[in-house]
């Protein structure tokens, strides 16, 4: 099997299904014979052409909102975002109208449209560039959100979101996206809502989400050495979410760490704490514990910016505390 | 393109059926037969059936909150809109819209959108659907003059002018947003000036003169559909009621009554039929009769119709 | 003492402040001759003049931007979004902006900016109209977040924000605007971070926010009817949060439930809800319960909105099912 | 307004200051000094230079996350703006901010944004208060070509013109987003000619040319001044370099050499100084050793300067 980096399984998943489906239309800055500004689309202007891979202006709100047009017109639709913080410019239009078009209008129309948007944390871009806000995306209601954190994953996922007939924000990584996988020469889909455990343990579960599976794998293998077996899960779409896989691990370790680089405060980690709390509270010996960033601004200087993102460091020791305690 | 004279009579029966809907709106509104708001589109029906009456059926249309006037001149059926309106069963979006959220696929109006300018990009997207499948058709995105300051909708038009896009823009210029009137919220006499930062066409027109706003938006569509690109139609017009049932704002009651009588679409375009004996003196009269006799079995449908089960709560989330 | 209505309250806010400090400048959509939509500014145009009471045209983005240019220049700006469902529009300048400018330019600058937002549900304006999403802005460190439910916290949280010296999310609520309550005829301010106990009770805790706080009240009567003593808590403001004195509570209770009418995933529930399991673990005899609005877009038909949100009854029932679990 | 000797002499110190510092920007990120990104003024010194000139001290401007150039050309310190690119204690935003976020409010500049266009409304915001405290002052607010596309940007020119504030718009236009051609991207040949949407002056000016920028800029800011309201002055020029550090696009290393040395605005205007015989012929070749060695020494100011302490990653959060 092929080794290919996350940029380049997200490339391949986009192409597959162009070719698959004519109706595919890829909308975004800087993404035609440029290639995208981190290289998730090179290549596909070349074969595809302009006309189904849009170089747009400079205008985000209304990049997503061609796209929801296309998608009502019966096309389907990719929109990218450079980085993730921008979606607060095409806020209205991935959370009040493309989630919303099908409920409020009876089930009249479908808006298969995928917004993608790369986590650029902890490359020293500072503060409106380096936010993680899957959170925002898990509350509302009619969208779907993935957020794969390795080549196969973010292949799998891409495609079954290519396939899928409504809206869904498609969380990616640039810390990520130089990381590899094998790529199956065969087709191949993943399923939203199907988490993956990424390493078998029993003694604590830690739930992480994107470039915190990295953290939370390599945590483990220290962990390892200590004598504590750290079953690492990732959830891969946070709606839906399989809460059951997670349960289930806790069922077995009574212990539960959720780890993302989003800030702590109001970050899905309270979210999937709590719906376990809810779900399997008599299993737990202890209080869920979230590793998390902190909650200040993204500072540019590295020291500042290290400060305030947790790794694998953090996770060892947030992982000793809960089982010693 | 010239208008048979069934076509030209139609237009009268759409803007009365247009009227007598939006009064009963009004009135079951009041009444407590609904919840949340109504914008009724009174002393603007020579815009929106102007306008339709200039596209075909499979035209895609876009329109606001506002849009009760634009569906009903697409085609739709005024019983589903009056039922969708009281949150009925067997409304147009099952009673999941209500009054601000008006859609009808099925005549191509997609639909009505309660933020303000969010459908003007979504209209650019259609019209690119419609480019890329060459079907020939031309898109129409209606939206008022307070729309017309958002950001969104210059980043249309700049799009839609770099693409060529088969789009029509028609501002509905009702001189106010909710209070707020066009000399506070636009730097320039007319909102179609607007279109000359983007190079394209832009045509300011008497909304309340049904065939001058048909001239315009067969001008419009005819340059669209020869692949020229989008037009800026601002038509201008004057809404008889406050804002909506829950903001008063811009006309006051009873105080603009002079300016309503003198633009007032219908009789103006009634006399005009009859004087260039198209129809009998007579047969306005009747066309209002017969709008009135159409939007009260409307009304009747809407009220005897059941409201929607709690199970349909999670239905039509997701395809 | 007068009694004065929730919007009544927030205008004497305005106005005092603007009479004290001449540095304020309101910025919005209506909000002039008119008095606003729902008629919170109303005689402010009068008594302070167009200059400082500013009808703008409708571009929310740029109604937040030029709040926080004023600010940034010296003076204090209050921008009015006329449904809270409208900061998508704005979400770059009000989260990306004004809470990260003092920190990324090393202090430099203060944002003296509100943001004020009423939450417009269970009126029947369908899905665009009748969002909850405080939990959004919870996220965003920089951020000061206050979500008054009675018209005495209205005032006294408008004041203290129109005296900050930070940006301030001020999340209001159209079905609480004719609410009443006594006013103090002096000066009063309530400080941010300091929730109020608004009745006590031993059996639960029931933190409600919003238009929750209300139907909490009432839940709280019926269930002394049956013998259960539910203490109720507003926190007021979500940033800071008063996490002491929730839990102070909880230790006394043993049992929490957590209310709002935003949708429960990835609501404010979930963080407060995780915030204590973490601080109170062993206090709690049961998981917290989080009662809160479905997670479907908000229909505009009677019924299916009633099925959306929660009430007093759904408090009721959620109460008695834990107190006898 | 005529400059005085000593200030055309000042434009080609600063012309240089900003070529040399953006030379030292480029090599200690290759060097591995400092990490993100970094936008490079290279080649369009000319258009901060000739603009700030026309401003008085006390005139507040925003610019981009390519703004070291108008930080320079506002007069802020080269050793604090190194130091607050290489994340240091001692930088002008003690290395919270980093290249993309420089501000220096002691010289009114206020400041650098990395979200294309987000700093717009903030300018009018400026403006206005200018305005409502009558200081006298005109704010200036620079951005890219691609940024003159964001919503944003025509949201303020209604806004600045519906109030008539003391803002100018200074478009630089060097062609390129990061790899989009302005051809690709505005649907018009000339931005300033965006301006006629909202009824104000816009200018083209050929950015490259110092005293050409400076004129523009000074009628700009004098009608802005006496109360007459904004002007959009789009600079026509052109970046050496590849968009960032971090991304290619738009020129490609060598094949625009030819275009860069005919535009280049520093011999250009050096050479006009000798033959005016304002300086001496020798001059500029010292005014570049000058400024060499005052960049080399903020180079070494900001190497040497501690990193912030852990201690700053909670201060300055809140006021
Ligand atoms: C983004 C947004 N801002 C504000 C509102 C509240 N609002 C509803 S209608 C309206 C006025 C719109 O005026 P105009 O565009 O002229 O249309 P008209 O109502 O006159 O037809 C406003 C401000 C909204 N629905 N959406
Ligand atoms: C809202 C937003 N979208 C996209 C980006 C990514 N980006 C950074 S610079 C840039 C190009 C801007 O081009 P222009 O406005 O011409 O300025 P220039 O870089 O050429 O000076 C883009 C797309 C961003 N920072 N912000
Ligand atoms: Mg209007
Ligand atoms: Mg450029």
């Not at chain 1, 490359?123 to 500072?126: I, M, T, V």
């Not at chain 1, 891969?236 to 809460?243: E, N, V």
């Given at each position: 099997m092929p080794e290919l980096t996350y940029a380049q399984a997200l490339n391949q998943a986009l192409r597959e299904e162009m070719w698959r489906d004519p109706n595919i239309v890829l909308l975004g800055e800087d993404i035609g014979k440029y290639g995208g500004v981190f290289g998730v689309t090179r290549g596909l202007y070349d074969e595809f052409g302009g006309a189904r891979v849009r170089d747009c202006p400079l205008n985000e709100a209304s990049i997503v909102g061609f796209g929801i047009g296309l998608a009502l017109a019966g096309m389907r639709a990719v929109t990218e975002l450079e980085f993730m913080d921008f979606c607060t410019y095409a806020m209205d239009q991935i959370t009040n109208q493309a989630p919303k078009l099908r409920y409020i209008w009876g089930g009249q129309v479908k808006v298969p449209l995928v917004v993608r948007m790369p986590i650029v944390a902890e490359?020293?871009?500072?503060s409106q560039h380096?936010?993680?806000?899957e959170a925002w995306f898990m509350h509302v209601p009619g969208l779907k959100v993935a957020i794969p954190s390795t080549a196969y994953d973010a292949k799998g996922l891409l495609k079954t979101a290519l396939r899928d007939d409504n809206p869904i924000v498609f969380i990616e990584n640039v810390k990520l996206y130089a990381t590899k996988s094998e790529i199956p020469d065969d087709e191949y889909l993943i399923s939203f809502g199907k988490a993956d455990i990424k390493r078998e343990g029993d003694a604590v579960t830690i739930v992480a989400i994107s470039a915190m599976v990295p953290e939370a794998l390599q945590a483990a293998d220290e962990l390892a050495r200590v004598g504590i077996s750290a079953e690492v899960i990732d959830p891969?779409?946070?709606?839906?979410?399989?809460?059951d896989t997670i349960i289930a691990s806790v069922q077995k370790t009574g212990r539960l760490i959720v780890a993302h680089k989003?800030?702590?405060?109001?970050?899905?980690g309270a979210e999937i704490a709590q719906l376990v709390s809810e779900r399997a509270f008599d299993a737990l010996d202890a209080p869920v514990v979230r590793v998390a960033a902190q909650d200040v601004p993204i500072a540019a200087s590295q020291p500042l910016e290290a400060a305030t993102f947790p790794g694998a460091k953090e996770l060892v020791s947030a992982a000793r505390k809960l089982v010693n305690r | 393109m010239e208008l048979i004279t069934a076509k030209q009579i139609e237009l009268l029966k759409q803007m009365w059926r247009i009227r007598c809907f939006e009064e009963q709106a009004i009135r079951l509104y009041g009444e407590g037969y609904y919840r949340g708001s109504t914008h009724p589109y009174i002393g603007q029906e020579a815009t929106a059936v102007g306008a339709c009456a200039a596209l075909r059926p499979t035209d895609p249309v876009l329109a606001t909150y506002r849009g009760h006037g634009v569906c009903i001149a697409k085609g739709s059926d005024p019983q589903r809109m009056m039922a969708e309106i009281l949150g009925k069963e067997t409304g147009l979006c099952h009673g999941k819209g209500g009054s601000m959220h008006l859609a009808d696929a099925s005549v191509g109006f997609v639909g009505s959108n309660a933020v303000v300018s969010a459908h003007i990009p979504m209209a650019g997207g259609v019209a690119l659907a419609q480019q890329l499948n060459h079907t020939g058709a031309v898109v129409a995105c209606f939206f008022g003059d307070g729309a017309s300051c958002e950001g969104i909708f210059y980043e249309t038009c700049n799009m839609a002018a770099l693409w060529k896009l088969p789009l029509v823009f028609v501002v509905e210029?009702?001189?106010?947003?909710i209070s707020t009137h066009v000399s506070e919220s636009i730097s320039v006499p007319h909102i179609a000036q607007r279109a000359q930062a983007f190079g394209f066409p832009g045509v300011t027109v008497d909304g309340c003169d049904v065939l001058a706003v048909y001239a315009a938006m067969s001008a419009a569509a005819a340059r669209a559909r020869s692949g020229d690109g989008p037009t800026l139609v601002e038509a201008q017009t004057i809404r008889w009621t406050r804002h909506s049932a829950v903001s008063a704002g811009g006309y006051g009651a009873g105080k603009d009554a002079e300016r309503w009588r003198a633009t007032d679409p219908i009789p103006r375009y009634s006399e005009w039929l009859v004087t260039q004996e198209l129809i009998a003196p007579d047969e306005p009269a009747r066309i209002e009769q017969a709008a009135r006799a159409e939007i009260e079995r409307a009304v009747k449908f809407a009220i005897e119709s059941p409201l929607p089960a709690v199970e349909q709560l999670h239905e039509d989330i997701f395809a």
């Open positions: 490359l020293g871009f500072g380096s936010q993680s806000l891969r779409t946070l709606a839906p979410l399989d809460a989003a800030h702590k405060t109001g970050g899905v | 210029n009702n001189e106010f947003a």
